[in-house]
């Protein structure tokens, strides 16, 4: 039976939210989508592959194949290094990041294709893997931990972050909606993973208003400019300052909000769902266009600058050891190598010059230069052996050594 060998690898949905913004119920109802989906169809698709990395939740609305809870006692890290909720949060996904390489292998066993029949091959691989994160969105985004585990993903799964938002209060007024705006724009430079903006609990609010303001700039001044009425009926006054700040930013984001995909969801209701999954395709393929090439060409400079080092190491180790051969007279400092004939300073260095003139040579003398030859040999044969080792393209200090222990035997 024929292989399916351009199947694709499943897409790493990303959630990061606010708190209170619906980000696990979000994760729950796309969660039961492809469930259903796999249900309704099992020969055809393959369920979710879902992680947890949220330390402090009690509970969670699915079923996780890797949960941080697992491998990190959230409540014992805080008593242990006498943390805070948020401090524990974080030593959490430090000490979980530490076994990163393990969970990309779990990954990379049960997800990635495999040279398999087709009709076993589409069945076995899930079609997305979902990452549900901590609702304090700054300790995963801008942690050490959050970076690596981001970066961990992309280098293996096209990757894509989902940034939910709450939309009823995102449109309460202008300055929420900014706020929220300006907080996507940071995860998206400081990522750059593609992003698609999830307005949430649309059975609430609709999302067209939010996308107005987005989409149209006219129409973000006619709320800003309702706002300022607002607060100065109020009796609140109104801040100039703030009003020119954000009409500022309002005309800076907008190319910014043309790179964005924005699909509004209710997952209370699913609806919009179907809307979200398309847009992650098209997302896979921006990461495929765009974050791949990017990710490759860092890993070549990573390459290069270890050759670079690699390079130095071997020019440092050569310059040492001619300085070692130049103390000890050996090599290409050997004495009378190359060098003039110097005039005879006492009677028995000229008796001397006369025994090797007529061929008579002292027994003593010619044990020294045996030695002396022996050494240079050496000398020369271990430079050889470091140059070689250092040079090797697995090398580093630990294999050079390896070589020449083993060269020695």
Avoid at 138 to 160: K, M, Q
Avoid at 330 to 354: N, Q, R, W
Avoid at 360 to 367: C, G, R, S, T, Y
Avoid at 396 to 403: C, D, E, F, K, L
Wanted: charged fraction near 25%.
């Amino acid at each position: 039976m024929a292989t399916s060998p351009t199947q694709k690898p499943p897409v790493a949905i990303v959630c990061v939210g606010m708190a209170g913004s619906g980000k696990t119920t979000f994760m729950q109802r796309i969660n039961a989508h492809l469930h259903t989906k796999h249900q309704s169809s099992p020969s055809n698709t393959a369920p979710p592959y879902v992680l947890n990395l949220d330390p402090a939740v009690r509970s969670v609305p699915f079923d996780s194949n890797i949960d941080i809870r697992d491998s990190v006692n959230y409540k014992e890290v805080m008593k242990q290094y006498n943390l805070g909720p948020n401090g524990g949060i974080l030593t959490s996904l430090n000490l979980f990041s530490t076994k990163i390489d393990q969970v990309l292998g779990i990954l990379e066993k049960r997800c990635l294709p495999k040279e398999q029949p087709a009709a076993s091959s589409q069945a076995t691989i899930p079609p997305y893997i979902l990452v549900d994160t901590p609702g304090q969105i700054e300790v995963f985004v801008w942690s050490a931990s959050g970076s690596i585990l981001l970066s961990s993903f992309a280098s293996t799964f096209p990757t894509v972050l989902a940034y939910i938002i709450d939309t009823p209060r995102s449109t309460e007024n202008t300055s929420t909606f900014m706020s929220n705006m300006l907080y996507a724009i940071s995860i998206l430079y400081k990522t750059k993973l593609p992003m698609i903006l999830v307005f949430n609990k649309t059975d609430v609010k609709d999302e067209s208003e939010a996308v107005d303001w987005m989409r149209d700039f006219e129409s973000f001044q006619a709320a800003l400019r309702k706002d300022e009425e607002n607060e100065m009926a109020g009796g609140e006054g109104s801040s100039g300052y703030m009003g020119s700040l954000l009409n500022s930013m309002s005309l800076v984001l907008e190319e910014f909000y043309n790179a964005l995909s924005v699909v509004g969801v209710s997952s209370m209701t699913g609806e919009g769902v179907e809307g979200f999954f398309e847009a992650v395709e098209e997302k896979r393929a921006e990461f495929e266009k765009e974050y791949r090439p990017e990710l490759e060409r860092r890993v070549q400079e990573a390459e290069k600058q270890k050759e670079e080092l690699r390079q130095k190491e071997v020019r440092r180790m050569m310059q040492d050891m001619d300085v070692s051969s130049k103390a000890k007279g050996t090599g290409k400092y050997a004495k009378g190598k190359g060098m003039e004939k110097e005039e005879p300073l006492t009677v028995s260095d000229a008796e001397e010059e006369e025994d090797e003139l007529s061929g008579l040579v002292d027994p003593d003398d010619e044990d020294e230069d045996a030695e002396e030859t022996g050494r240079e040999t050496f000398d020369d044969g271990l430079k050889a052996r470091y140059e070689q080792a250092l040079n090797d393209s697995s090398g580093g200090v630990g294999s050079a050594a390896n070589y020449i222990r083993s060269s020695q035997r």
